[in-house]
Nanobody
Framework: QLQLVESGGGLVQPGGSLRLSCAAS????????IGWFRQAPGKVREGLSC???????NYADSVKGRFTTSRDNAENTVYLQMDSLKPEDTAVYYC????????????????????WGQGTQVTVSS
């Protein structure tokens, strides 16, 4: 089955940037919509962005204009570029995959996603 591994998390100062990677193995991410989610302690999991198999994207209002998701199908990798980071962006970040047969827009609802990575910690602090 599809396996996802996130990387690129770490400690960054407010206003800084990070790029997260989500590497897929065993199956090409071409067959999936890919979403990015995060969960901070004591909070529910939040959908941030997603990219469909056709490349269309969708963003939560909380990150629109600051975060950008892209995919490199040749590398089986999806990226989340995070700019202008704020302390409230501190959380564990997850990528997830929704199997799709036909091209359709992706949505930011966690229940739609069947495969999840293990998460990577992002801490925004001075």
């Amino acid at each position: 089955q599809l396996q996802l591994v996130e990387s690129g998390g770490g400690l960054v100062q407010p206003g800084g940037s990070l790029r997260l990677s989500c590497a897929a193995s065993r199956f090409s991410p071409d067959y999936f919509n890919i979403g990015w989610f995060r969960q901070a302690p004591g909070k529910v999991r939040e959908g941030l962005s997603c990219i469909s198999k056709s490349g269309s994207t969708n963003y939560a209002d909380s990150v629109k204009g600051r975060f950008t998701t892209s995919r490199d199908n040749a590398e089986n990798t999806v990226y989340l570029q995070m700019d202008s980071l704020k302390p409230e962006d501190t959380a564990v970040y997850y990528c997830a995959a929704e199997p799709v047969v036909l091209i359709r827009p992706c949505i930011l609802w966690a229940n739609e996603y069947d495969y999840w990575g293990q998460g990577t910690q992002v801490t925004v602090s001075s």
